[in-house]
């Protein structure tokens, strides 16, 4: 009798800890459940992921080049759960919208999109994280204004047209009057990935680029539309390893869920034609008031550059960094380390966001 008693003890301890065993994985799936997003835009759409919970802290997620928002799929599992992570595929990249004919790809048009993005959300205070070209944008969100980035565009250049022109342009895309005022209020926290925020331009090769890229581009519009470039999954996968060589097999994977389609602006292979100096760029990030975290691959971004451009970029920008307080921290890994591997990257970007974000409540 007494052993009889025993087992049914045992047996409706054991179906108890198989329910709550349940009960946890259910609300993890429900919480961190992946739904597709679209957010219109005067173009068409931008699209992209989102995982968390409706009332989670924001944090906005931004690719790098020639990505989409998949890029991010292994590593928002493992950071926390109290945050709504909403992971775009930016302008020209993955399924959201190209830009109009005739319209450049640069970094004031990106930043114009993060704020048409976070108004279709109805955010008000948020967090970015940003791996590479989305780590360059999330630095520019900041803070900046539009005379700023007038100034970007035409410094270099004494032709008065040219000046109205850029004027013209960046009025155009910076259409809120009051993003200067309303950036440095709204960003609670930046995290770059493999990026230092700010990519300068020797001043004395931005005329060279500017006109390389517009020539790109007239020479682009000359030919006839493409059509869209379908291929089979070796072949996409082919492709994709050419333009990001540090993918993981798994990785290229992730990234080809968007689909095979090529649908990618081809618009985005030619120069930035939209150009910074050093000393621009760390006038720019004295300008941040976000807290920071820098988090580098010891075989990625920077490993690649010229030895003289990495000595200016870490003696300067990251010290830039240190100098304010942020954090700036070195991980093993390649350019995709947060893709590749998030198990390395995820810990650093959990305390960051527990720290600096979650554990200060938003004003009333």
């Not at 609300?27 to 219109?40: G, H, K, N, T």
């Not at 990249?93 to 976070?118: E, K």
């Not at 108004?119 to 970015?128: A, C, N, V, Y």
């Not at 760390?282 to 975290?293: D, G, N, T």
Request: aromatic share 10%.
């Amino acid at each position: 009798m007494v052993a009889g008693n025993l087992q049914v003890a045992f047996m409706f301890q054991r179906s108890e800890v198989v329910f709550s065993t349940f009960c946890i994985l259910f609300l993890l799936i429900f919480i961190f459940a992946v739904s597709e997003l679209s957010v219109r835009v005067p173009w068409g759409e931008i699209r992209g992921k989102v995982w968390g919970p409706d009332h989670g802290r924001p944090v906005l997620c931004l690719h790098g080049w020639a990505d989409n928002c998949g890029t991010f799929k292994t590593l928002i599992p493992l950071l926390p759960k109290d945050c709504r992570y909403v992971a775009v595929d930016l302008a020209g990249h993955g399924l959201s919208s190209h830009r109009p004919p005739g319209v450049f790809y640069s970094f004031p048009a990106y930043v114009a999109d993060v704020r048409r993005i976070v108004d279709g959300l109805q955010w008000t205070k948020f967090s970015i994280i940003g791996h590479s070209m989305g780590a360059n944008i999330a630095a520019l969100v900041t803070k900046i204004n539009h005379m700023q980035l007038i100034t970007v565009f035409t410094e270099y250049t004494e032709n008065i047209l040219l000046y109205f022109l850029a004027l013209y342009y960046i009025l155009s895309i910076l259409c809120f009057p009051q993003f200067s005022s309303l950036y440095p209020d709204m960003v609670e926290a930046v995290i770059l990935l493999d990026a230092f925020g700010f990519l300068p331009t020797d001043p004395k090769e931005i005329p060279k680029v500017m006109r390389q890229g517009m020539e790109e581009m007239l020479q682009y519009e000359k030919k006839t539309e493409e059509k869209k470039r379908v291929y089979t999954f070796e072949k996409a996968a082919e492709r994709l390893l050419a333009a990001n060589p540090t993918l993981s097999e798994e990785s290229v994977h992730i990234l080809l869920e968007r689909g095979f389609v090529f649908s990618r602006d081809l618009r985005l292979n030619f120069k930035n034609i939209v150009r910074i100096s050093l000393e621009q760029s760390l006038e720019m990030q004295s300008r941040i008031q976000a807290p920071v975290l820098v988090v580098l691959a010891d075989k990625g971004f920077g490993a690649k550059l010229p030895e003289s451009n990495r000595q200016i970029l870490t003696s300067t920008l990251l010290q830039g960094y240190r100098d304010r307080n942020h954090m700036v921290v070195t991980v093993p890994g390649d350019h995709h380390v947060h893709l590749n591997n998030p198990e390395v990257v995820a810990p650093l970007v959990s305390d960051f966001l527990q720290t600096k974000v979650i554990s200060h409540q938003l004003p009333a």
